[in-house]
C-alpha cells in the first residue's frame, strides 16, 4: 500500500515561477519513484525560510489540518532542512517530517545493488543523520544493528554519535578496499587502451535506453528517477567494427545532496575515466536547458568539463513543440532512443569523434607476420583492408590511438617499405 505523502514548498526571490514548478514536479516524481501518493501540496511565498519552520506559523496549521483532512502518512519538505526545523516540525506534527534530501537518499538505498553503492548509500544516510541526532535516537534501530553498551555517566544522544562515529569509520575502510578493486578495472582498461564513452545527464532523461539500444545489453528502465545507480560498462561495436566501452553512470539532479556527492564520489570518478562523455539530455522536457546546466555544473565540480562532449537531444519524439537550443560548441544530435536510424546516425557521430582523437595511418604487412595482422585488426580502426598479390602484403588504412603500443607495429612497417 502507498504512503499518502503532502508535499511543502518555498519560492523564494531568487526562483522564478517555472523554475519553482519544475522542481515541485521533480518532488512529485521523487515521491513516486519511492512508491509514495501525492495527496496534497503546501506552497508559501517567502523573501527566506522560517528559521524554527522553514514555513511561517499560519502555513504550518494549514498543514497540521491538510494531515488530518488527507489522511497522510508522510510529509516531505523540497529543501534541506536544518536539524532545528526538524526537531520543530516534529513536535508540531503527529506524523514523520522529511526533506528532499532524505526522500533521494531513500530511493537510492532502495536502488543500490552493487556492495559498493550499499556501502556509499549507507556512508550518505549517516552523514545525513549525525548532525540531526538531537530527538532521533528512536531512528537508529531502522539503521541496522544496536547501540553498543553504554559507559557510566553517558547519555543516549552521545553513543548515539560515537555509533555512528565508529559506523562511518568502517564503512570508509571498507569502501577503501571495494574502490581499490575498482581501481584495478579502470587500470586494466587503461592499460588495454580501450576508448570508453560515459553516459551522463539529468536523471531520467534515457540513458539506460541508449546503452541498451547501443550495446545489445539488456539493463534496467524504467520511468522513473534514479533507475540506474550502480555503474553499467558494457561493449559496443561502432561501425567500422572497432569495438568500445559504453558505461551508463547514476543520474543528476538539481541540488543532488552534497553527502550523496561525497560518498559516490568513487562512483563519479568513472566519469572522469571516460575518454568521451554523451550527455543524454531529455529534449521533451520543458525544463531542458535548465537541466543540462546543472550537468554542466556538476561535470564542473567532478572536474570533467575538459573531456570531449557528445549532445544527445533524446526523446525527439515526444516535442510538442519546437524548443530553441543554444549553439552547441559540442557535436550534438536530435534523436529518439527508439529509432533505429538514429541509433545508427549516433554510432556514426560516435565514430567521427573518436577518429578525431587518433591518427591515421597507411601500412603493408607481410601475410605471414600474423600476430601484426592480428594486431591491427584488433586495435584499429579499420577503413580500408586489401590484400596486394605482388608483394604478398595486406595494405591497411585506417585509424589508430596516439599512444597506443600497436603504433610500434605500424611504424615498424612503415620504416621497412
Same mark, same amino acid.
Request: glycine share 6%; with cysteine; hydrophobic share 35%.
Given at each position: 500500500?502507498?504512503?499518502?505523502?503532502?508535499?511543502?514548498?518555498?519560492?523564494?526571490?531568487?526562483?522564478?515561477?517555472?523554475?519553482?514548478?519544475?522542481?515541485?514536479?521533480?518532488?512529485?516524481?521523487?515521491?513516486?519513484?519511492?512508491?509514495?501518493?501525492?495527496?496534497?501540496?503546501?506552497?508559501?511565498?517567502?523573501?527566506?525560510?522560517?528559521?524554527?519552520?522553514?514555513?511561517?506559523?499560519?502555513?504550518?496549521?494549514?498543514?497540521?489540518?491538510?494531515?488530518?483532512?488527507?489522511?497522510?502518512?508522510?510529509?516531505?519538505?523540497?529543501? *534541506?532542512?536544518?536539524?532545528?526545523?526538524?526537531?520543530?516540525?516534529?513536535? *508540531?506534527?503527529?506524523?514523520?517530517?522529511? $526533506?528532499?534530501?532524505?526522500?533521494?537518499? $531513500?530511493?537510492?538505498?532502495?536502488?543500490?545493488?552493487?556492495?559498493?553503492?550499499?556501502?556509499?548509500?549507507?556512508?550518505?544516510?549517516?552523514?545525513?543523520?549525525?548532525?540531526?541526532?538531537?530527538?532521533?535516537?528512536?531512528?537508529?534501530?531502522?539503521?541496522?544493528?544496536?547501540?553498543? +553498551?553504554?559507559?557510566?555517566?553517558?547519555?543516549?544522544?552521545?553513543?548515539?554519535?560515537?555509533?555512528?562515529?565508529?559506523?562511518?569509520?568502517?564503512?570508509?575502510?571498507?569502501?577503501?578496499?571495494?574502490?581499490?578493486?575498482?581501481?584495478?578495472?579502470?587500470?586494466?582498461?587503461?592499460?588495454?587502451?580501450?576508448?570508453?564513452?560515459?553516459?551522463?545527464?539529468? +536523471?531520467?532523461?534515457?540513458?539506460?535506453?541508449?546503452? +541498451?539500444?547501443?550495446?545489445?545489453?539488456?539493463?534496467?528502465?524504467?520511468?522513473?528517477?534514479?533507475?540506474?545507480?550502480?555503474?553499467?560498462?558494457?561493449?559496443? +561495436?561502432?561501425?567500422?567494427?572497432?569495438?568500445?566501452?559504453?558505461?551508463?553512470?547514476?543520474?543528476?539532479?538539481?541540488?543532488?545532496?552534497?553527502?550523496?556527492?561525497?560518498?559516490?564520489?568513487?562512483?563519479?570518478?568513472?566519469?572522469?575515466?571516460? $575518454?568521451?562523455?554523451?550527455?543524454?539530455?531529455?529534449?521533451?522536457?520543458? *525544463?531542458?536547458?535548465?537541466?543540462?546546466?546543472?550537468?554542466?555544473?556538476?561535470?564542473?565540480?567532478?572536474?570533467?568539463?575538459?573531456?570531449?562532449?557528445?549532445?544527445?537531444?533524446?526523446?525527439?519524439?515526444?516535442?510538442?513543440?519546437?524548443?530553441?537550443?543554444?549553439?552547441?560548441?559540442?557535436?550534438?544530435?536530435?534523436?529518439?532512443?527508439?529509432?533505429?536510424?538514429?541509433?545508427?546516425?549516433?554510432?556514426?557521430?560516435?565514430?567521427?569523434?573518436?577518429?578525431?582523437?587518433?591518427?591515421?595511418?597507411?601500412?603493408?604487412?607481410?601475410?605471414?607476420?600474423?600476430?601484426?595482422?592480428?594486431?591491427?585488426?584488433?586495435?584499429?580502426?579499420?577503413?580500408?583492408?586489401?590484400? $596486394?598479390?605482388?608483394?604478398?602484403?595486406?595494405?591497411?588504412?585506417?585509424?589508430?590511438?596516439?599512444?597506443?603500443?600497436?603504433?610500434?607495429?605500424?611504424?615498424?612497417?612503415?620504416?621497412?617499405?
Amino acid at each position: 500500500m502507498k504512503e499518502k505523502v503532502i508535499i511543502v514548498g518555498c519560492r523564494f526571490p531568487k526562483m522564478n515561477e517555472q523554475q519553482f514548478q519544475m522542481s515541485m514536479d521533480e518532488l512529485k516524481a521523487l515521491v513516486n519513484t519511492a512508491h509514495g501518493e501525492v495527496v496534497g501540496e503546501i506552497v508559501q511565498l517567502r523573501d527566506r525560510p522560517e528559521p524554527a519552520t522553514y514555513i511561517g506559523k499560519g502555513k504550518v496549521a494549514e498543514l497540521i489540518e491538510k494531515v488530518t483532512e488527507t489522511k497522510a502518512d508522510l510529509i516531505v519538505f523540497n529543501d *534541506e532542512l536544518s536539524p532545528g526545523q526538524v526537531r520543530n516540525l516534529d513536535r *508540531e506534527m503527529n506524523v514523520r517530517v522529511i $526533506d528532499r534530501t532524505q526522500m533521494i537518499l $531513500d530511493i537510492f538505498a532502495s536502488r543500490a545493488h552493487t556492495k559498493e553503492g550499499n556501502i556509499q548509500v549507507e556512508l550518505a544516510q549517516l552523514s545525513y543523520l549525525l548532525p540531526r541526532l538531537a530527538g532521533q535516537g528512536h531512528t537508529l534501530s531502522r539503521l541496522g544493528g544496536g547501540i553498543g +553498551t553504554r559507559g557510566p555517566g553517558e547519555t543516549k544522544l552521545e553513543t548515539d554519535r560515537r555509533y555512528i562515529l565508529k559506523k562511518m569509520d568502517d564503512l570508509k575502510k571498507r569502501l577503501v578496499d571495494v574502490q581499490a578493486h575498482r581501481e584495478s578495472y579502470r587500470k586494466q582498461r587503461r592499460n588495454n587502451n580501450t576508448v570508453q564513452f560515459a553516459l551522463v545527464g539529468y +536523471t531520467n532523461a534515457g540513458k539506460s535506453t541508449l546503452l +541498451t539500444k547501443l550495446s545489445g545489453a539488456q539493463t534496467f528502465q524504467e520511468n522513473l528517477l534514479f533507475a540506474t545507480l550502480d555503474p553499467l560498462t558494457r561493449k559496443m +561495436t561502432l561501425p567500422s567494427g572497432y569495438p568500445v566501452l559504453l558505461t551508463d553512470t547514476v543520474g543528476f539532479i538539481r541540488d543532488l545532496p552534497t553527502t550523496l556527492v561525497a560518498a559516490f564520489r568513487s562512483t563519479l570518478e568513472e566519469v572522469k575515466e571516460a $575518454d568521451i562523455l554523451l550527455h543524454v539530455v531529455d529534449a521533451s522536457h520543458s *525544463e531542458a536547458l535548465s537541466q543540462m546546466q546543472t550537468v554542466d555544473k556538476l561535470l564542473k565540480e567532478l572536474d570533467a568539463q575538459s573531456i570531449p562532449i557528445i549532445t544527445v537531444f533524446n526523446k525527439n519524439d515526444q516535442l510538442q513543440e519546437t524548443i530553441t537550443f543554444p549553439e552547441e560548441d559540442n557535436p550534438y544530435l536530435f534523436l529518439s532512443a527508439y529509432n533505429d536510424d538514429d541509433i545508427m546516425a549516433l554510432s556514426e557521430l560516435m565514430e567521427k569523434t573518436v577518429k578525431e582523437q587518433m591518427n591515421y595511418y597507411q601500412v603493408k604487412i607481410p601475410v605471414q607476420d600474423g600476430k601484426s595482422l592480428s594486431d591491427i585488426q584488433q586495435y584499429t580502426m579499420i577503413q580500408q583492408e586489401q590484400l $596486394d598479390e605482388e608483394t604478398n602484403c595486406f595494405e591497411y588504412k585506417g585509424y589508430v590511438l596516439k599512444d597506443h603500443p600497436v603504433n610500434g607495429v605500424i611504424k615498424k612497417y612503415v620504416q621497412d617499405v
